[in-house]
């Protein structure tokens, strides 16, 4: 079946330091791959999504490359904020499978330091 | 635009007392979904909602778990009787078409 992996926290991080946070998945079909965010005491938000392979999605300076021959979407930001702190989410939806709910990976931690 | 509106925000609830949850999606709505996610683990799909229509409830994990839209609005998850493993953050979302949810914030479950 259908899954994500992605890398366990808490990332600790400096102000300004690269983040790269490891998503991997397995699918049969060709899904679409996303990356949610959590603020605390919030709900999640879309962060970025890329639906078929080598697109890369974008937002508030984070990226991700939909590679398929790694089958991979690991995230990334050059330098991070302290407001960046957050639980982030890789998932995955497969149309083929005939419904739109998403896969999710366990979430990631991260706190930014000033 | 009001977004999806989940409450009570937080519940704190015995074993064996039933325990109700609401959503209220993005009015016109018509795909409505459920997840939870339990002890830190992946968020997990519970069950998707087409108006009112059960589309896929694959995912709600046992009967003691009854989820209702009615007339295509709001939508119920109850839990009766609950138990200690049903600890959780239960998340709604809504959409209009395929992609782009839009969740709530979340109901946090404590079941002691």
């Known amino acids: 079946g259908n899954s994500v992996t992605q890398m366990e926290g808490p990332v600790t991080l400096s102000e300004e330091a690269f983040l790269t946070i490891n998503c991997t998945y397995t699918?049969?079909?060709?899904?679409?791959l996303f990356w949610y965010v959590q603020y605390p005491g919030e709900g999640l938000q879309l962060l970025l999504k890329?639906?078929?392979?080598?697109d890369k999605g974008s937002n508030k300076g984070f990226e991700a490359t939909y590679r398929k021959e790694t089958t991979s979407f690991h995230l990334e930001k050059g330098s991070v904020q302290v407001s960046d702190s957050a639980v982030y989410f890789c998932?995955?939806?497969?149309?083929?499978?005939?419904?739109?709910?998403?896969?999710f990976g366990t979430g990631t931690r991260l706190k930014v330091l000033a | 635009e009001a977004g999806v509106t989940q409450f009570p925000s937080h519940s704190v609830i015995e074993k064996g007392q039933t325990v109700t949850l609401r959503c209220d999606p993005i009015?016109?709505?018509?795909?409505l979904y459920w997840y939870r996610r339990v002890m830190g683990k992946e968020i997990k799909f519970l069950l998707h909602?087409?108006?009112?229509?059960?589309?896929?409830e694959s995912g709600m994990p046992n009967n003691r778990f009854l989820a209702e839209r009615t007339g295509g609005t709001y939508s119920t998850l109850k839990v009766q009787p609950a138990e200690l493993e049903d600890s959780g953050v239960y998340f709604c979302?809504?959409?209009?078409?395929?992609?782009?949810?839009?969740f709530g914030s979340g109901t946090r479950l404590t079941v002691v």
């Open positions: 998932a995955l939806s497969d149309p083929a499978s005939g419904t739109y709910k998403y896969i």
């Open positions: 890329a639906t078929k392979a080598d």
């Open positions: 979302a809504s959409s209009q078409a395929d992609y782009g949810y839009t």
């Open positions: 909602f087409v108006k009112e229509s059960k589309q896929d």
């Open positions: 009015s016109g709505h018509d795909n």
């Open positions: 699918a049969t079909g060709y899904p679409s």
